[in-house]
């Protein structure tokens, strides 16, 4: 997810729709060397430090989900707070010469290292998180954020009173540019004067600026607001402003036991524990995944005293309804912030549109460029 790359080179990376998680790629891995008796070795790459809440956190939680789940069967490795780039190429080829079976590498910038290592050793499998480059051995996986985003914008419409809500992000890379469309469709769905302001960062990881932006929308009569970082700071601002706040990645009622509304959180655990399994029966194959409400991937719940339960209720609904089918986030007539019609009425985004978003919609306060 972490990605130390700007705006340009995101804009290029989503060419192509995702499948469904159950859904098998053209082309099938070699027969794995772990098919046999002894344990599969599966490795993990973090971009940060295993924190207590955030996007690492949820991965490794996926990693233990593996070992619960497999038990004997699995011996897994971790090597947190990587920098993309050269380090992790040299840690991610280490952990290939270590003879490890599968190596999920979990953040965008990793991607191309990932890519480069992989055609070095044949045998081993890479799970690129994130990423969208796949090869013979190297699949890709995704969640569908947004999903979950437009439900905590539901929330934030019906319990706001000032009409503004606040955004924290890092930069507006198309899958950022999805979550903060899909707040503010559905802020706007139950409040349709509501606006979202938001504040970019160039940066995935920095509590202080993290802090110091959501204290400037708090001053500007935001008295809900979400983030799209790295770390836990705009909730423990929204906590000590007594203000609204939705968390994402994790829960982060620890720090903000009365400022959390919800949290919009992604789970790992079932995606991980298949594909190990799949190394181990040798079924193993290429291909790209994407995982949302109905998937379990995206998950929303752990509710703070300032929901509602009339709020809760009809989030609870909207959720099935999504599930179902029965209810498209990008479903038209959508505008842009500057007016231009981008979804014709009646028309919905295609996954291949939905992943090359470069615009605003109506409602958000802002520009795509930071």
């Not at 280490?94 to 079976?101: K, T």
């Not at 910038?109 to 990932?114: A, D, K, N, R």
């Not at 752990?302 to 209720?313: A, E, T």
Request: with cysteine; proline share 5%.
């Amino acid at each position: 997810m972490y990605k130390n790359l700007a705006a340009v080179i995101a804009a290029a990376c989503f060419l192509s729709p995702f499948s469904p998680l159950t859904a098998a790629a053209a082309q099938p891995a070699q027969a794995s060397a772990s098919s046999g008796n002894k344990p599969v070795k599966a490795a993990f790459v973090y971009v940060t430090p295993v924190f207590e809440a955030g996007w690492t956190h949820q991965h490794d939680e996926g990693r233990k989900a593996v070992e619960k789940s497999l038990g004997n069967s699995v011996k897994t490795t971790v090597v947190e707070n990587v920098a993309e780039g050269a380090d992790s190429e040299r840690v991610v080829r280490d952990l290939a010469q270590q003879g490890h079976d599968i190596i999920f590498t979990t953040s965008f910038g990793y991607m191309e290292p990932t890519l480069k290592v992989a055609k070095e050793f044949p045998n081993v499998k890479f799970e690129s998180i994130t990423g969208y480059k796949t090869d013979v051995n190297v699949a890709v996986a995704n969640a569908r954020y947004y999903e979950g985003r437009y439900l905590a914008g539901v929330a934030a419409g019906r319990l706001t009173k000032s009409n503004v809500a606040g955004y924290v992000a890092g930069f507006p890379i198309p899958e950022v540019l999805q979550g903060l469309n899909a707040f503010t469709l559905g802020m706007r769905s139950v409040n349709p004067q509501a606006q979202v302001k938001v504040v970019w960062l160039n940066a995935w990881f920095d509590p202080a600026k993290e802090r110091d932006a959501a204290m400037t929308l708090f001053n500007q009569s935001v008295d809900v607001i979400t983030f799209h970082t790295a770390t836990n700071a705009v909730m423990v601002a929204a906590q000590e402003r007594g203000k609204m706040a939705i968390a994402y990645h994790s829960d982060m009622r620890k720090v903000a036991p009365d400022a959390q509304l919800m949290a919009v959180m992604h789970e790992w655990g079932n995606y991980y524990t298949q594909r190990v399994q799949d190394v181990q029966s040798g079924q193993w194959r290429t291909g790209n995944a994407s995982g949302g409400l109905k998937e379990g991937m995206i998950r929303v719940g752990d509710f703070g005293p300032k929901m509602s339960n009339s709020v809760r209720n009809e989030i609870q609904q909207i959720q099935k309804d999504i599930v179902l089918g029965k209810r498209q986030i990008f479903l038209g007539p959508i505008k842009d912030n500057e007016g231009k019609p981008v979804v014709a009425a009646g028309q919905a985004l295609t996954p291949v549109q939905i992943l090359n978003m470069n615009y605003l919609v109506e409602g958000v306060v802002g520009k795509v460029t930071p």
